[in-house]
C-alpha cells in the first residue's frame, strides 16, 4: 500500500489558502495600484510553482511505489 506524504499535501494546501489571498488583494489593489497589484501576482505565481512541486512530488512518490 502506497504511503502518501500528506506533510507535503498538507504545506500545498497551506501555501493554497495564501495564494487565495495574495489574488484577492491583487484584484482589490488593481485599480488603485497597479504596481502592488503586479507585485501580489508576481508573489502568487511563485507560490504556484512551489505548490505544483510539492503535489508533483506526492504524486511521483505514489507512482513510484505502485510500480
Do not use: H
Amino acid at each position: 500500500m502506497a504511503q502518501i506524504d500528506t506533510n507535503k499535501l498538507k504545506q500545498a494546501e497551506a501555501a493554497s489558502a495564501i495564494v487565495k489571498d495574495m489574488i484577492t488583494s491583487a484584484i482589490e489593489q488593481s485599480a488603485a495600484n497597479p504596481t502592488l497589484c503586479g507585485e501580489a501576482l508576481k508573489t502568487a505565481s511563485d507560490e504556484i510553482s512551489q505548490i505544483q512541486t510539492l503535489i508533483s512530488d506526492v504524486q511521483t512518490q505514489l507512482q513510484s511505489q505502485s510500480s
